[in-house]
């Protein structure tokens, strides 16, 4: 028995010439909530048809549950797809869609019938039984691609931005019941989603996917509050990326040259004397004052505009040439600016984030 | 003035259809219900002998054969038409156009010219013949020409266009997630096949076969040439009633009732297709 329900070693998978995929490494541990989180085009879709078996790897090995998979096709692995566009069999009824993987591997025909009627049960789809796919929801349709895709038991389960199709208020609803499904059934679920609040939401881990390989791997606060690099900073989350030279130092700080501001942000030990640093500070980090504040640093700008999203209010402060910071304060607190005003921005030294690349 | 334009736009095709299509067909029912002239022409009397008659054993024999040689020919035409659809429309898609063109190519000559090179390939000095004896395969030439194998042969090539394009645009259309998503379920590739992608492509097979089968039935001249007047199918005896018998109304009547058996199939289809309304996507 391995540690890790799914492993992918220095894996390659081209297209036309074309890495989609380009030397990724993965560990999945058994019972893991892992999330592939990237925009179109990473990769992270490729990365699960690997898994699944659909596409076979250019280079590299996966494991399942320590088993070697390479050469190994779908309908052999112990792996079941949630797919982006459900493929529901539109001639099936939603029982027999999801008693179809049951029927396959030739269970006993009582067996099928409790199996299928305790999964509709969980994904409390009961009453829909003999309705064909074209007479469902977005959301229940969803719910038959999950039911007959769980009712097998498989050792992982991979999910393809499986609610990409339903409407905000139903995918909120549905992440949380996912989550819910994964926490009580405790199988291994390797999902993929563009959407970074969703990743936030519902995951173990994180792997953010960039160009076909994994930019940082972690926990979703990890991600949040420690990105590697600018990429995963400005992906998850919004963020402010300033780019400057590490000038000075001092025993807490590293002080960092930017439009001609000093800026003090954390030490870390790769940083050199006039190397460059990359530093990300959230939105809602930045404060703005109209006058200079009493301290460490303050930086003088002007306020170019305010836009409004609800409890929260975006301010615009634009710094020397073409540079800018946005700020996001809570409306209800807002200082009472107005556009073209000279104000200062600041934020907490310790709640920047530094990255060497 | 306003209202009647949707009338208008469809009147030249109701024109077209009451001309070329309402009027012989009324003409061909008004006969088959008269009498036959003393010297083939048709005399203006009501009857119904010319139905009765065909209940003669011998045309109720004529009309099993054709209806078998019709089934033979559409079994012919799904076994090698739904694989080589299959492929078509699997393969990368600037191929696609190309390998459908080159089944269509032929059909560019008239039909009666490709049956007489179909005799020209087959009959006992024929090409095919000719060939096997020279590399000394045979020692006798094969009879080939002039049977019921010849007759199938001829027609399954004729009509392979018809059941392979309709085919071809339902197994197109089959979206490849359904046999991914079966294959991920656990379905052997012939299991998918099976459960998956033969059903869901089932009304191309449906449309393909009545294609292949209705025709079948009133093709004379191929079971004519090929078959070299021994085998009488359906289609010969109208043509015979008409040309060599000279008993119009009899003809006109075997051809009414081959005209309700079609319509028949076609509603039987019509209904299935219209249960399986999402059998096509």
Redesign the interface.
């Given at each position: 028995m391995s540690a890790y329900k799914v492993q992918l070693r220095n894996v390659v998978k081209t297209f036309d010439g074309h890495a989609a995929v380009n030397d990724l490494s993965l560990h999945v541990k058994s019972g893991e909530f892992l999330t592939l989180l990237g925009p179109s085009g990473c990769g992270k879709t490729t990365t699960l048809r690997l898994i699944a078996g659909f596409e076979q790897p250019t280079k590299g090995e996966i494991f399942i549950d320590g088993k070697q998979m390479n050469g190994i096709p779908p309908y052999a692995r112990d792996v079941n797809t949630v797919f982006q566009s459900y493929a529901l069999f539109p001639h099936m009824n939603v029982y027999d869609n999801i008693a179809f993987g049951l029927r396959m591997k030739k269970m006993a025909g009582r067996e099928i019938k409790r199996r299928v009627l305790e999964i509709l049960e969980l994904v409390r789809l009961e009453a829909f039984a003999s309705r064909r796919p074209d007479q469902l929801s977005g959301g229940q349709k969803q719910r038959v691609a999950i039911a007959r895709a769980l009712v097998n038991n498989p050792q992982v389960l991979l999910l393809d931005e499986p609610l990409g199709a339903l409407d905000l208020k139903l995918r909120k609803q549905m992440q949380m019941e996912l989550k819910h499904l994964q926490e009580e059934l405790g199988i291994t679920f390797i999902y993929v989603t563009h959407d970074q609040e969703e990743a936030l939401t519902m995951s173990d881990r994180i792997a953010v996917m960039n160009a076909g390989v994994v930019e940082q791997i972690g926990t979703p606060d990890e991600i949040y509050d420690k990105p590697a690099t600018r990429f995963v900073a400005d992906f998850v989350g919004e963020s402010n990326l300033l780019e400057g030279l590490a000038v000075r130092f001092d025993s807490r700080y590293a002080y960092m040259n930017w439009c001609g501001n000093m800026i003090p942000v954390p030490r870390a030990a790769w940083m050199r004397l006039n190397g460059t640093v990359y530093v990300s500070v959230r939105p809602e980090r930045v404060k703005i004052a109209s006058s200079p504040q009493h301290h460490p640093f303050a930086i003088p700008g002007k306020l170019a505009e305010r836009v409004y999203a609800g409890a929260s209010t975006k301010t615009v402060v634009s710094i020397g040439e073409g540079q800018h910071v946005v700020a996001s304060e809570a409306t209800d607190a807002l200082l009472p600016l107005t556009p073209g005003q000279h104000v200062f921005v600041y934020w907490e030294p310790e709640k920047a984030m530094v990255m060497s690349a | 003035m306003k209202k009647f334009g949707p009338v208008w736009t469809i009147s030249p095709v109701a024109l077209w259809i009451a001309v070329f299509f309402s009027v012989p067909l009324g003409l061909v029912l008004f006969v088959s219900f008269m009498t036959r002239g003393l010297y083939g022409g048709i005399e203006y009397t009501f009857t119904l002998d010319n139905y009765v008659r065909f209940f003669d054993p011998l045309y109720g024999k004529i009309l099993w054969e054709s209806v078998l040689v019709a089934a033979c020919t559409t079994s012919l035409c799904l076994l090698f038409g739904y694989p080589f659809a299959y492929i078509v429309a699997r393969s990368p898609r600037k191929y696609r156009n190309l390998l459908l063109l080159l089944i269509v190519i032929p059909f560019w000559t008239n039909s009666l010219i490709r049956t007489y090179a179909w005799i020209v390939l087959l009959r006992t000095e024929g090409v095919l013949n000719t060939a096997l004896m020279k590399l000394g395969l045979i020692a006798e030439p094969l009879p080939m020409l002039y049977n019921d194998g010849a007759v199938l042969v001829g027609l399954a090539y004729t009509l392979f266009p018809f059941m392979v394009l309709p085919l071809y645009a339902s197994i197109e259309k089959l979206?490849p997630?359904?046999l991914?998503?079966?294959?991920?379920?656990?379905?052997?590739p012939w299991?998918t096949f099976m459960?998956?992608t033969l059903?869901?492509t089932a009304p191309g097979i449906v449309a393909g076969s009545l294609l292949v089968f209705v025709p079948t039935l009133g093709l004379f001249f191929i079971p004519d040439l090929m078959g070299g007047s021994k085998s009488m199918l359906i289609g010969n005896l109208i043509k015979n009633q008409f040309l060599s018998a000279r008993d119009w109304p009899f003809g006109s009547a075997v051809s009414i009732v081959l005209m309700a058996l079609t319509l028949l199939m076609i509603a039987v289809y019509a209904k299935t297709a219209g249960n399986?309304r999402?059998?096509v996507?």
């Open positions: - | 979206d997630a359904y991914e998503a079966a294959g991920d379920l656990g379905a052997k299991q459960h998956v059903p869901l399986d999402d059998g996507i």
